[in-house]
């Protein structure tokens, strides 16, 4: 196939374009819809060999899932400078191999958005495509560009045509701008692809928070969410973030928030973190629910300015696109993000300390109940992709109880003087943006910087199959913690009751789960509980007696109880029941709570941990 020169500059804009270059230039024709696609058109930097390969990814950072992108680039096509095709060859969904690349000049393919795509594998969301011609683009970069293998550092300029009317957000550097057309710089591959775009009717607000320009970019099809809703829920909590980090590493930031009325392909909800933006998918519901879902996700998000932008290994900070390599970390890159998100809200007011001990008491609850607590996290970490796969949820629960132990460690052992806030702070000094860290090395770098004894709790608790004895960390700070356990207690009969309008008694409304206790006892629905081991029972006093029947009564003592019964004819009698008392397992529930005498010493390390 051959294209004319005249057909190649309208396609490109302009012939200049042809000549090779050490840089790429895209162009995504938003303008033009064809059967839900789009088209794209890539300029390349000049190739030395005579074969190369294009390179889709195959997994972006921060996912944790294998999605294979070019699954959805379509009808791709390479060109030489004279508009004659060359030969390609689809090696994988994620390589096409360009023959004769010497000669290469430019790309085009079409784009299928991810969405409403009727393909297995369901992208999640934040990390898909859309193309709803008209309305709304959401340009998760890496799902409409690729790269040239081995030159994915070159500059990328990247133009976007779009329909006039419509506003494209994101963090991305954007040198030009008109009424229908967007020129945006990244510097490299890894930049591009960690800057989505959407494409909407403006529905934006902008302020600033630590110097740094915030953007709320609102999709909501329906206007149910407002912009300006939304920064009245965010910006307390950036501002309690602010005063944790003390300054913020980013002089702009990005929340692009996508609603959608209708239930997504995936099943999920949720946010997908980047340097300097955050892209959300999420329910168009009631604003005020929807503020605080955004509000506690955003909390999360935000705090990845941190890590992995300016701590990561060199599994992040070279990341390959292709064959991706795990890092050990997922502890601190999820989990001590997860726990930074909730203690700047506790330690600089927006959150109270019971309701922050709510959280923990979840999080310990969750750890435990829904994931293995003896899989070493660093073992979960290198094999999220495949054998630890089911386990990920659990970076958000234990990772951020792995940061919680750590710091209340730290500030024990340094007085209250240091804790994982300072230790975040001085391993960005230390590494940056432009500086990873080596992978193994890391556990060793951070006893360096603190203290001898926090190498052993790496290798106990995170390296290690050791459970962490939460109760004993958060005794340390004055908190009481009692893990859920399973007891002998003295049953009632497992019957449901309900109380009866006119006298205030018990009235039985359900013996479906009933036990045998209860079968011996003889219970009925309807019953109404008069008197109980010869205890008149109303609603003022029931749970007083019935949590004093297990003190006074043992196994196998006779129990009896009197009831309200209706006869047939509707008439009321008192039937006495009795039978022996027997016990069954009961798991009682984890409780978390502060001890109210706690020491002096207790009281200054949770002033320094917690400022409470």
């Given amino acids: 196939m051959k294209l004319t020169m005249s057909l190649l500059a309208i396609l490109l804009g302009t012939s200049s374009l042809l000549v090779a270059q050490e840089k790429y230039i895209v162009t995504i024709d938003l303008k033009t819809v064809v059967d839900d696609k789009v088209k794209v058109i890539c300029a390349m930097p000049k190739v030395a060999m005579d074969e190369i390969e294009f390179r889709v990814p195959k997994i972006v950072p921060g996912t944790y899932s294998v999605y294979d992108f070019g699954r959805f680039f379509t009808d791709f096509k390479a060109f030489d400078v004279d508009g004659n095709e060359l030969e390609t060859e689809q090696l994988t969904d994620n390589r096409i191999l360009i023959k004769k690349s010497k000669k290469l000049s430019f790309v085009s393919y079409w ?38 293998q081995g030159q994915k550092d070159l500059l990328y300029e990247l133009h976007v045509d779009y329909p006039k009317g419509m ?7 954007k040198v030009s701008t008109s009424d ?10 890894f930049d591009l692809a960690d800057s989505p775009i959407m494409y909407a009717e403006p529905d934006t607000t902008s302020f600033v928070v630590g110097g740094a ?63 300097y933006s955050s892209f959300y998918s999420l329910p168009e519901i009631d604003p005020y629910r929807l503020g605080q879902v955004v509000r506690d996700v955003a909390a999360h998000e935000f705090f990845h300015i941190l890590t992995p932008l300016n701590i990561h290994s060199e599994e992040i900070g070279n990341f390959d696109f292709i064959n991706p390599k795990m890092s050990k970390h997922l502890w601190m890159y999820e989990g001590v993000t997860e726990y ?37 996290f660093t073992e979960l970490s290198l094999h999220c992709l495949d054998s ?35 230790l975040m702070s001085d391993l960005a000094k230390k590494y940056g943006k432009t500086h990873a860290f080596k ?88 019953d109404i509980i008069y008197k109980f ?41 008192k039937i006495k029941l009795k039978a022996e008392a027997m016990s069954v397992k009961v798991k009682t529930e984890p409780a978390i709570s502060l001890i109210e005498e706690s020491s002096e010493d207790q009281m200054a390390l949770r002033k320094a941990w917690v400022n409470k």
């Fill in 340 to 376: 930074a998100a909730g203690l700047a809200q506790v330690k600089y007011g927006e959150m109270s300390l019971i309701d922050y001990l709510d959280v923990i008491n979840d999080k310990i609850s969750r750890s435990k109940e829904d994931f293995n607590d003896e899989l070493p």
């Fill in 167 to 173: 506003y494209g957000a994101s963090s991305l550097d």
């Fill in 213 to 275: 320009e915030i953007l709320i970019s609102v999709y909501s099809p329906n206007r149910v969410l407002d912009p300006l809703f939304v920064k009245e829920q965010v910006e307390p909590t950036l501002e309690a973030q602010v005063k944790y980090l003390g300054e913020l590493p980013v002089d702009r930031y990005a929340f692009i928030i996508y609603l959608f009325d209708r239930s997504p392909m995936s099943g999920k909800l949720g946010a997908l973190e980047h340097s």
């Fill in 533 to 573: 081991d010869d205890v008149e029972i109303d609603i003022e006093n029931y749970e007083e007696e019935f949590l004093a029947f297990n003190d006074r009564h043992e196994v196998g003592d006779k129990i009896t109880a009197i009831v309200l019964r209706t006869d047939e004819n509707g008439k009321q009698k």
């Fill in 111 to 148: 784009i299928e958005d991810t969405f409403d795509s009727d393909k297995n594998n369901f992208i999640f969301e934040p990390a898909g495509t859309n193309i709803e011609e008209g309305k709304n683009y959401v340009i998760n970069t890496f799902g409409f560009v690729g790269y040239l």
């Fill in 439 to 526: 992978d193994d090395e890391l556990f060793d770098t951070i006893t360096e910087m603190t203290y001898p004894e926090i190498r052993e709790f790496f290798e106990k608790y995170v390296e290690g199959p050791t459970p962490i004895p939460y109760e004993d960390f958060l005794a340390k700070v004055g908190v009481l913690y009692k893990p859920a356990e399973t007891k002998n207690e003295l049953s009632l009969g497992h019957i449901s009751f309900s109380v009866n309008d006119v006298d205030n008694r018990l009235i039985i409304h359900s013996i479906d789960q009933m036990n045998f206790f209860g079968q011996e006892m003889g219970y009925l629905e309807g």
């Fill in 388 to 422: 630890t796969k089911e386990e990920y949820g659990n970076v958000y629960q234990k990772g951020a109880l792995i940061g919680m132990s750590l710091d209340i460690r730290l500030r024990e052992l340094s007085d209250g003087a240091y804790g994982i806030q300072n």
């Fill in 180 to 189: 229908s057309s967007d020129v945006f710089l990244a510097a490299n591959y």
